[in-house]
C-alpha cells in the first residue's frame, strides 16, 4: 500500500462518522453505510479538512456486496490499516416478552449475524499488522434492552474470542469503551435525557483514537 486506508462500517453519523472524519488527516477512508446523504455530508465533511474518502452505499448484512467491496479494496490498495466497526441497529426499548420479531431479526443481522461474514473477509485486508476496532456498550442485561444489549455483548464476545486467538500473530484486535455520547441511537433510548452533559462524538473520536495509539 502507498497510503494507509481505513475502513469503517457505520460510517454515516455518530461515533463512525467522527472515527472517519479524525482518521482522513492521515488516512484514506472507505466509508460504508447504507445512507447515501449521509455518506456524502461525510465525503464533503473530509474534503473540507483536505482529506478522501471512497463511499460504499451497502448494508453490511449482505454478505455477497461486502465479500465485492473486500475484493475491490484488495485489488485497488492491497490492504488495510485500520478497521473500526460502529455499525449498530437500536432497537426500541421494550420488556423481553414484548419484543417484536422483526426488531428481534434486525438486531440479530446488523449486530451480531454480519460479523460472521465481516471477521473473516476483512481479517485478510488486516493482515498481521493492522488494526481492528470495536466498541463495548455495558447494557447488555439491562431491563429494556433485550434487543440490542443481547446482540451487542455477544458482538463483543466474538470480538474478544478473535482478540485472543490474534494476540501473538495479529491483527491487532482493541475493545474501546466510548463514553455516553449526544447520539441518535441514545436519543431513541433516552429521548428525555440531558444531552448537554453527554460527550460529543468528534471528542470521544480523538480520545478513543489516543487510547489506541497509546497501546
Request: aromatic content about 6%.
Amino acid at each position: 500500500m502507498t497510503q494507509k486506508i481505513a475502513l469503517i462500517t457505520g460510517a454515516s453519523r455518530g461515533l463512525g462518522y467522527a472515527l472517519a472524519e479524525a482518521l482522513s488527516a492521515d488516512h484514506h477512508i472507505v466509508a460504508v453505510a447504507r445512507t447515501v446523504g449521509a455518506l456524502e455530508e461525510l465525503d464533503d465533511a473530509i474534503q473540507a479538512r483536505g482529506g478522501q474518502a471512497t463511499l460504499a452505499p451497502m448494508d453490511i448484512t449482505k454478505a455477497d456486496a461486502m465479500a465485492q467491496l473486500c475484493r475491490s479494496i484488495y485489488d485497488r490498495w492491497g490492504g488495510i490499516a485500520l478497521w473500526a466497526h460502529t455499525a449498530v441497529h437500536a432497537a426500541p426499548l421494550t420488556p423481553a416478552n414484548h419484543m417484536a420479531l422483526k426488531d428481534w431479526e434486525k438486531s440479530v443481522a446488523i449486530n451480531l449475524s454480519a460479523m460472521g461474514h465481516l471477521v473473516p473477509y476483512i481479517a485478510p485486508l488486516l493482515g498481521e499488522e493492522g488494526d481492528a476496532l470495536f466498541f463495548e456498550d455495558p447494557r447488555g442485561g439491562e431491563k429494556f434492552f433485550g434487543h440490542y444489549g443481547t446482540t451487542k455483548a455477544a458482538q463483543i464476545a466474538l470480538a474478544r474470542s478473535w482478540q485472543a486467538e490474534t494476540a501473538r500473530i495479529g491483527p491487532r484486535v482493541h475493545i474501546l469503551t466510548p463514553r455516553p455520547m449526544a447520539t441518535a441511537s441514545r436519543s431513541r433510548f433516552y429521548p428525555g435525557e440531558d444531552r448537554s452533559a453527554l460527550a460529543h462524538p468528534h471528542d470521544e473520536a480523538a480520545r478513543l483514537l489516543a487510547e489506541l495509539r497509546a497501546d
